[in-house]
């Protein structure tokens, strides 16, 4: 266009870089004074609402086309793909356990206590029309029909006479459950229905898995201490039972008046009482109040309230480590996606600087071209949104192949709010990180038409950044549904990015130094590719620093996941070895402790001394230093739950050869009053040496000082203490035994005939316990590994981003060195130094940070310990090292095979 002022109504004019507006003004116009205009003037014209959507959706159009969207949109699907695939699991699950709270825990409110609940929560439940029951918990060996009259007179047992087995026996009165409904069969693969009721006199309703294991059928019998029951039905569906250590044997359910003639209950009995409520709501919510005000605040020792609010805490602790490893694999993917979309926005922005110069000459204002680009970029970050939502309804449905059976109920559909969170995630990740890079193409100066000069980013650009990364942190505070996970992802993001670019930078500088020193220049030809390369990565330090750190970044969250992965899975598993104890005996009785260990001795079972054979004690807690032990005082819920209920304490004057001190100093055969503590539950309640602890025991107080710190290795399966005390403080107070050997297979008989011997004994086999834990686990596992997909491929897409954010630079340079005379060997030793610098540094400072983001994870989320890795140092070198080196060669490698001004045209 040229000539005079066009019309108002002119159409727009189209351009190479984007879309037309109406003639500006000629670039020597200026507006005009007083004395009016100087020079010809054109006649600006906004566009309209209605325009700019529609220009919005042809830049949108053509830059799909051209390829310029794909890297973001990648992007941004995977990321609110793995957020999504979280979010509907965990709303899933949150509106089945909510929905289904009351059968979950068979009453409205319940009264658990490790000793007998007090009558009057009776008395004022019954006083405000409430329905109550009772449940008793216990473990205790369980025989197929009845012992030989040998072993009834006291002989010794014939070897595998009688099965034996470990059940979680529980003990219901009438009216249980008072919500919901229990499950039975007449046979296995029968069809169940809702019981009626509870097992009639004489009778039991086990598992399955304990009728397989004791070789019987419904109809047959089985002894329970010294009682002998038939087995009446089998239990199918139990939704209270919960996943308490107990809990993982097999069922046998008995009526509770019957419990008494089993002999089983007595001292030192590891025993859970409940007392069940259910009624109208206000008087439950009355209930509630009244026993709080009883119990809150460590008023009653040993008891302990749970809600509908609580709806099964075992099933809800084992799913929140599970929604915690998943969120933090989605919490890094995201992550992953956010430094993506950067560096893709990046080169969208160098590759559209022409463009938006040469729409500012045709009379685009800023606020036009910032409207276009948001525009565009919402509209994206709505389709990417919905396209990840969409994945992440699917894969929420392989998460549910993995998990959906941790809990036995029917999974309502997902609410809207995932759908929401997804879509605002997209939004949030787009605009909050590709919006920023874009601003320097509104602010592209018209000049650069002719000087080609790149205009300052300045800093609104830093400010939009600042705003995103705010934004992101929210974002990623909401995902992971509580402050501390994060917060810590957050936070490690932040303090990554920061440090990083710094250290980046600096390295730069330092590479500057050395590519410019006297004794490098004089180096041998072989030195020239590193010099050049050195000088090469300093001469652009802002786009080097943040193509490093983007590879760090990217590098540390995919450390981070699969050093979390292999430390919480592998080293568990390795950390028992072959021949470790997997048979615990219990409630040995002080006139049994020589004949059992005979007993063991003789059957050649290792490790079975009299010594081996450990006293225990039960004993509370009642004040430190002084003062009276709260629960409530204590921020840890493993804190309180450890100073709510009895200690298992013990006698000794050896160290335990696998217990270390490590502050203060063994007591030896010392008589005065003194005691050593395990340093996990030190660290836990606040207690160091020198500090005094009273114990109740049976009545009586023990009070000693804290004069040693042991660590204990739990992994080695035997038997261990948190507290031990000088024989002389405990002896004289009622006492079982406990032991842990190695039980060879095929040798359970031996342990079949100790227990028919002495009903009392209770034989622990940790063997089928440790396997339901690590089916738990794997289950796990096959969620974390499916989400990790999700992460891989998020990772790919952050490195190809970042190798490819500076490929136009890194072309442009290898074909003026070609152009210059350098040779395809000197060209290739400038481009492998380069990748090879770019690489390490990002892998040592990606292996340091994923240590040190891992450390604080497990510390404060996990609640492991996390050793340091030698090897994560060169293992982060080596993948930044291939992973630079790779991108690399798949971006350059036409480079060579080109002529040089072809590539320099291209360029």
């Given at each position: 266009m040229s000539g005079g002022a066009p019309s108002s109504n002119a159409k727009p004019a189209r351009s190479e870089g984007g879309p037309g507006f109406v003639q500006a003004e000629p670039l020597g116009a200026t507006g005009g004074g007083q004395g009016g205009p100087r020079g010809p003037v054109a006649v600006r014209t906004t566009p309209s609402g209605s325009d700019l959507v529609r220009l919005a959706a042809r830049m949108t159009a053509r830059d799909w086309r051209a390829g310029e969207l794909t890297m973001l949109l990648l992007a941004l699907v995977l990321?609110?793909?793995?957020?999504?695939?979280?979010?509907?699991?965990?709303d899933r699950l949150q509106r089945g356990l909510e929905r289904d709270a009351r059968r979950m825990i068979a009453a409205d409110f319940i009264v658990r206590a490790d000793h007998p609940v007090d009558p009057m929560f009776v008395r004022e439940a019954q006083s405000l029309s409430l329905r109550t029951a009772t449940t008793a918990i216990f473990p205790s060996m369980v025989s197929a029909g009845a012992p030989s009259v040998a072993a009834a007179a006291g002989a010794s047992a014939a070897p595998g006479a009688t099965a034996t087995r470990?059940?979680?026996?529980?003990?219901?009165?009438?009216?249980?459950?008072?919500?919901?409904?229990?499950?039975?069969?007449?046979?296995?693969?029968?069809?169940?229905?809702?019981?009626?009721?509870?097992?009639?006199?004489?009778?039991?309703?086990?598992?399955?898995?304990?009728?397989?294991?004791?070789?019987?059928?419904?109809?047959?019998?089985?002894?329970?201490?010294?009682?002998?029951?038939?087995?009446?039905?089998?239990?199918?569906?139990?939704?209270?039972?919960?996943?308490?250590?107990?809990?993982?044997?097999?069922?046998?359910?008995?009526?509770?008046?019957?419990?008494?003639?089993?002999?089983?209950?007595?001292?030192?009995?590891?025993v859970t009482y409940r007392l069940l409520v259910a009624g109208a709501d206000p008087a439950v919510a009355q209930f509630a109040s009244w026993s709080r005000a009883r119990v809150d605040g460590g008023k009653m020792r040993g008891v302990a309230l749970e809600s509908l609010q609580d709806g099964q805490p075992q099933v809800r602790q084992t799913l929140d480590r599970a929604r915690h490893f998943l969120t933090l694999v989605s919490l890094l993917t995201a992550l992953l996606a956010a430094v993506a979309i950067a560096m893709a926005a990046h080169r969208y922005t160098r590759r559209h600087l022409d463009a938006c110069a040469a729409m500012r000459c045709l009379g685009a204002s800023q606020r036009t071209l910032r409207t276009l680009f948001v525009l565009e970029f919402a509209g994206l970050g709505l389709v990417g949104g919905a396209v990840g939502v969409a994945l992440g309804y699917a894969g929420h449905l392989a998460l549910l192949a993995w998990l959906g059976n941790l809990i036995d109920v029917v999974l309502p559909q997902p609410g809207p709010l995932p759908v929401l969170e997804g879509i605002a995630a997209g939004l949030v990740l787009l605009l909050g990180f590709a919006l920023p890079p874009l601003l320097p193409l509104t602010r592209v100066p018209p000049v650069r038409v002719l000087r080609r000069e790149w205009g300052d980013e300045g800093r609104a650009a830093w400010a939009a950044y600042g705003v995103g990364i705010a934004l992101f942190a929210g974002l990623l505070v909401i995902a992971?549904?509580?402050?501390?996970?994060?917060?810590?992802?957050?936070?490690?993001?932040?303090?990554?990015?920061?440090?990083?670019?710094?250290?980046?930078r600096t390295a730069l500088w330092c590479a500057a130094r050395v590519a410019r020193s006297p004794r490098l220049s004089g180096q041998a030809r072989a030195g020239v590719g590193w010099r050049y390369a050195l000088a090469s990565l300093e001469r652009r330090p802002g786009a080097s620093a943040l193509q490093i750190t983007a590879l760090a970044i990217g590098l540390m969250c995919l450390l981070l996941i699969a050093m979390t992965r292999n430390d919480l899975v592998?080293?568990?598993?390795?950390?028992?070895?072959?021949?470790?104890?997997?048979?615990?005996?219990?409630?040995?009785?002080?006139?049994?402790?020589?004949?059992?260990?005979?007993?063991?001795?003789?059957?050649?079972?290792?490790?079975?001394?009299d010594s081996d054979l450990q006293p225990m004690v039960r004993g509370r807690l009642i004040s430190i230093n002084g003062k009276p032990v709260n629960p409530d005082s204590?921020?840890?819920?493993?804190?309180?739950?450890?100073?709510?209920?009895?200690?298992?304490?013990?006698?000794?004057?050896?160290?335990?050869?696998?217990?270390?001190?490590?502050?203060?100093?063994?007591?030896?055969?010392?008589?005065?009053?003194?005691?050593?503590?395990?340093?996990?539950?030190?660290?836990?309640?606040?207690?160091?040496?020198?500090?005094?602890?009273?114990f109740d025991v049976t009545g009586l107080e023990v009070t000693a000082p804290v004069t040693s710190v042991r660590k204990l290795d739990w992994g080695s399966f035997k038997v261990n203490f948190f507290v031990l005390m000088p024989p002389g403080l405990l002896r004289d107070f009622p006492a079982t035994y406990i032991t842990s050997f190695h039980?060879?297979?095929?040798?359970?008989?031996?342990?079949?005939?100790?227990?028919?011997?002495?009903?009392?004994?209770?034989?622990i086999d940790i063997a089928p316990i440790l396997a339901q834990i690590e089916r738990v686990l794997e289950q796990v596992i096959g969620a974390v590994q499916f989400l990790f997909l999700f992460t891989l491929a998020a990772g790919v897409l952050v490195l190809y981003a970042a190798l490819a954010g500076t490929r136009d630079e890194r072309m442009r340079e290898s074909a003026l060195l070609r152009a210059l005379g350098a040779s395809h060997q000197q060209v290739r030793a400038v481009q492998v130094a380069e990748f090879i610098s770019v690489g390490a540094l990002a892998g040592l400072m990606a292996a340091i940070g994923a240590q040190a983001v891992g450390s604080v994870l497990a510390t404060h989320v996990f609640l492991f310990y996390l050793p340091f890795d030698p090897w994560l140092l060169p293992a982060g070198i080596a993948a930044g090292v291939v992973c630079a080196g790779v991108g690399g060669w798949i971006s350059l490698r036409h480079v060579l095979a080109r002529p040089a001004l072809q590539s320099l045209r291209d360029a």
């Open positions: 990321a609110v793909a793995a957020l999504a695939s979280v979010g509907f699991l965990a470990l059940a979680a026996v529980k003990a219901v009165s009438a009216d249980y459950p008072l919500r919901g409904a229990l499950r039975i069969a007449a046979a296995p693969g029968a069809p169940d229905h809702a019981a009626q009721g509870i097992p009639p006199p004489g009778t039991v309703w086990v598992d399955d898995e304990l009728l397989d294991a004791l070789k019987l059928h419904v109809g047959d019998t089985v002894k329970v201490g010294t009682r002998t029951f038939t087995v009446n039905a089998l239990i199918t569906k139990e939704l209270d039972r919960g996943f308490s250590f107990v809990n993982f044997s097999p069922r046998l359910m008995m009526r509770a008046d019957e419990v008494a003639s089993t002999g089983l209950l007595g001292y030192g009995s590891r992971a549904g509580e402050l501390k996970l994060g917060g810590i992802v957050a936070g490690g993001f932040a303090i990554g990015l920061l440090v990083f670019a710094c250290v980046a592998d080293g568990w598993r390795k950390s028992t070895p072959p021949d470790a104890p997997n048979e615990f005996l219990i409630d040995i009785q002080p006139d049994q402790r020589d004949a059992v260990a005979a007993w063991l001795r003789t059957h050649g079972i290792a490790g079975a001394a204590y921020k840890s819920e493993d804190a309180r739950r450890l100073v709510d209920r009895e200690f298992n304490l013990s006698y000794t004057t050896t160290l335990p050869d696998d217990n270390r001190i490590e502050a203060g100093s063994w007591y030896g055969d010392s008589s005065t009053p003194q005691l050593s503590i395990e340093q996990g539950l030190a660290k836990l309640i606040n207690v160091k040496p020198g500090d005094v602890l009273k039980l060879p297979p095929g040798q359970r008989e031996v342990v079949d005939g100790l227990v028919a011997r002495y009903p009392n004994v209770t034989a």
